[in-house]
């Protein structure tokens, strides 16, 4: 699997922190997770990511037209570029709330804002959880509270893993780079594990910093970071309603990310590339019942859109996911999810590779033996190229198998 | 159920043959069904239906840019829209096999004119199973004569099993009507239980009949009925190499079907979609796995065109068909899928039904009580009804739920 990602991602390294491990904050973050009560189970569902002076923040959001209080609230925030907290409850997605829900999220700001001495417009709220009930307001006020009390720096697992919802564990990432010999560190948690697609589907990721980076830089770094990683997996097709990735930058480091000094810049926006990257690929291997990692690359379209449809229509087609969790290799169901993708397909030109076991030729079966195709699509790490042979655009998306687990987790 | 397809289809009967019921053809029709030794089971995998003298012809095939050998086999020979007969294999698709896949097609078409004494191009060839294989032409030959040998008029049902792949059940229907004091009989036969979604996947019909008509006509005819028929009806969202619908009118009857003549032509007309029509349920009926028939109704869509782009959406989200497993009313998923469809939609308002049951008013939960939702998801017919409440477009589609089972079968 770490050659999958080489082989389309040279240069950027794949190294991937153990969650188990606790990792830290940048400097002047602390944060905290808690159990509110609003998970029938008593399990963790509130967490607070604050920075002891304001930070430069960028978003963004889901595309989905029907979207969530918090999402609303949120995009209204960063108008104003400026954030002091992010604060999360999981269990209820305040989505589909009406204006009751709206007025619910404009609470949770303003009670934070309270608890840390700032404006309202200063706290960024996000939800996840269930789409329709309204949110408990009873439990979530003295959640703010207790978050507010037990915020600590050392704190970033449990805040990881109160953001859970049907996540397996909790997902998160630290780099820390050198700008002009001062150290600066970036982390990121983020949750997530179905009903992800293009446009990062009910998923959530926060990325902070103590580099100072002026906002607008800040929200073209992230767009882009986010382009290259959150919206190019896939678990099951799904877009969410409450979908945001969130980065903050409150300069406590000293050290300025600015494109006038190419290196720190370069270094920056490569470590932001790297924890998007890694978070995204943590999220499609929690896939809700998922136990293959598969990578669909389409080489050869006719244009870069093009090799994406292609490729998003093999990795979303419930043909396909089914058969990753078989050993057969059934390549004819990717010939057909090409053939019927928004791309043009030429079936005479089409070649398919599972890893380096060539498939298909010229649209018709190879000559690998079936028992090297049986072997290379047994692989738990499986990378899917196909040429179509019709030009230079390509595209990479990354997704998972569906199983019976699946299916059980969300009936 | 039935009251849901009135709802949807006003004045069309919506009577189903029950299919261990022996039907029969029209008159100047015979068929037959063997064993050729192609699947390895040794279950039926040939079929043969054929009309005495020449009959008009008319085709509807899969829009897959990959198509298998016999779509494209089909396609060049109405381009003389005359035919003698419909021979047909079950287990391999002879899909994605180039250029010895398209001669063994030909083949199979000479050599079943050469048992009929009629030209190749009066054969439509059609194949069903897997993509990938060539196909035995050392089995297919024989078969041909043991079909050819055993053709009769009274076995529509050996037949129509020998087409069958992950079918559970054969599908028949039959309809006989009134011409100007000439009974007329339509009798329709299809295969398919997956890889079903917009322009038929995996999917075979053939409908005969012994009226007269001409073939520009019965394109015309044909093209319509599977308009409202095969196409509204989705399973698992993939559309396969093979979709094939073909019509045969041989005029035995010597009932003239003109649209000089509206009375009978518009008999005609509606038997013809009914048959089409209660094909494709039966069609989802039979749905992978699946233990729920779920009808999705968008109203009030900018256009027709978005209402049945927000229907897609719905039926094809996983999200949605593994709720629909269970019992509990999971509105928000239709939400969200209705929000990222590529169709206008306010949030605001949007009304949905579970039959008679309002789930949403104005995009947020709606007064009935969650004792009435459960009742009202836990039919086994369920009728969704989305008033996007932004213009006069509607449209249906019909699909069903997934479980676990889909899984299993398609592993």
Redesign the interface.
Known sequence: MKKAFNEVRVGVSTHMKNTNQQIGWPKGFRSSGISAGIKADGSLDMALIYSDVSAAAAGVFT?????AAPVKLCRAHLVEPQARAIVVNSGV?N????V??MEAAMLMASQTAGELACLPEEILVCSTG????QLPMDKIGPGLVALADSAAVDQVDVTARAMMTTDTRSKQVVRDIELGGVSVRLTGLAKGA??I?P?MATMLAFITTDAVVEPSLLQEVLTSAVDQSFNRITV??????NDTVLLLANGASGAVVEKTEPVGYGAFVSALNEICFDLAMMIVRDGEGADRFVTVTVEGAQTADEADLAARSVA????NK??W??TYP????I??????AAA?????R?NIFYGTTQA?E????AASSMEEMVKAVSEMELLIRIELGLGTGSATVYTCN???A???I??
């Open positions: 595309t989905n037209q029907v979207c997605a989505a589909c709330t009406g009751v829900g269930k789409i329709g009930p179905g009903m697609e446009n099951d097709g799904d877009q969410s309603t979303n087609s419930l043909l089914t058969a969790a078989g059934d390549w004819g169901r010939m057909d999810a090409i053939g019927y043009q397909v030429d079936e005479e089409v298909v010229g649209g018709v079966q569906c199983t019976e699946y299916v059980q969300n009936v």
